[in-house]
Structure formats: structure tokens, C-alpha cells
């Protein structure tokens, strides 16, 4: 990440995306959230449809990530803060670990994000990504 100038919620958000890079589950994953959280993701290439995810659904969603993924990355471009809200501009790698459709395992697939984190308490009550993948050809 650049050096970014740090407020205790950019902190906990760069903290969320090294984990989440990490392939984080379970309550390694949980603590970064607030009970109530709610996770949307806007419709891009692999989601035409969009999702929205409470906690519980956030967290099977890691776990598929793991088995799909081989590795990932997120490099934080941006990050602004006003409040309890942080909005950051994120570059994300990952390797299919499967093959995902016509792609096959190894393929390298790249988006590039931005997503607004809420925070209640100093932990993620709302998430809204906004994710623009690269071509997915093969």
C-alpha cells in the first residue's frame, strides 16, 4: 500500500484486505465485522446479478474463495476516511486455483475495485463494492 495518511478505520480496512488476501475464515474474518454487517456487491462480470451477504454468507463465501483461489492480492491505491466512513481504491490479483468456466486453473484475473466500508464500534457494519474485472479470456 502507498503511504497513505492513517485513520483507526483505514487501519482496520488495509488490516481486512491483508487478511481477507490471506484467505481468511472463520472468526480470523469475523472479528473485522460488526454481527450486523451486511456485504453487497454490485453486478460485475462474475456476479451479473449482484449479491448482498449477511455475516454468516460473508464468511461461506471466504471459504469458497479458498478453494478457488490459489492466491490474491490487494493493492490499496486510494484511501479516504470521513467519519465512519472509508471508501478505498483497491487493485486485486488472484490465481485460480480450479478452473473457473473456459478459464483454467492458474489463470491470473484482475479487477479493479472500489469499495465503502461503514463502521460501527471500529468494525464493519456495511460494505459496498463496485468490482471492474479485466477481460476474462483465456
Do not use: K
Amino acid at each position: 500500500m502507498a503511504d497513505l495518511q492513517q485513520h483507526p478505520n483505514i487501519d482496520t480496512a488495509v488490516r481486512y484486505h491483508e487478511a481477507v488476501a490471506g484467505f481468511a475464515t472463520g472468526d480470523e474474518l469475523a472479528r473485522f465485522f460488526h454481527p450486523d454487517a451486511v456485504h453487497r456487491e454490485w453486478p460485475n462480470v462474475l456476479f451479473p446479478d449482484g449479491a448482498v451477504r449477511d455475516l454468516p454468507a460473508v464468511l461461506a463465501a471466504a471459504e469458497r474463495g479458498r478453494r478457488a483461489l490459489d492466491h490474491q492480492w490487494f493493492e490499496v491505491l486510494t484511501a479516504v476516511a470521513s467519519g465512519d466512513l472509508v471508501a478505498l481504491e483497491v487493485t486485486w490479483t488472484g490465481t485460480l486455483a480450479v478452473a473457473l468456466g473456459d478459464l483454467p486453473a492458474g489463470h491470473v484475473l484482475r479487477a479493479h475495485i472500489a469499495t465503502f466500508l461503514e463502521f460501527r464500534d471500529g468494525r464493519i457494519l456495511s460494505q459496498r463494492n463496485y468490482d471492474c474485472y479485466e477481460r476474462l479470456s483465456g
